[in-house]
């Protein structure tokens, strides 16, 4: 048999047998394909309509198409979860409890809709009264907290804002997605 023949006899061995640890390794790769994406939501400007420091169930009205745009994510098989700035409460222009109550009504609100928010993060600090944190978006502690929790795949995200710091921790993050809507505004492309 000429060299040549040898070589081409040799490589195809070669590519069979590393097809074969391909195929090994599969249990590892299917690992890997389920880790969950996720959906990122700031709330206010997203979910409610913005006003200035929403703290009041009363003040807070849901944006047209937001349980419309979950539902969708939802069966899509993304985990839902809120990442909200609220220097309200270093401000105390609420309480931390008030927080809470709002958070609430709100993730009830959610449920009946048949929608399940997997967990929402907040950072209450604000850096003139409580110093830096990481967690106050544009960093991207809020998300980073979310990934190491839920084992969340950030590549494959999609995260949703109003404001340019929504999309700036995004980005540091490493959420592959990062879209920026009007304030209040659930574009329609993102409905269909
Ligand atoms: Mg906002
Ligand atoms: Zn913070």
Redesign the pocket.
Known sequence: MPTSEKICQLMSFITIKSLFLQTDNKPEFTLQIMKPSALFL?????INV?TNYVWRVEDFKFTEGIFKLCRKFQSAGYLIFVITNQAGISREYYSENDFFTLNKWMLNRFSEMGITITKVYYCPHHPEITGPCDCRKPEPGMIKQAENEFDINLPDSVLI???IS?ITAGKNAGVGTNILIQ?NTIPEYLLI
């Open positions: 700031d709330r206010d400007g997203v913005e804002g109003d404001n929504d304030t």
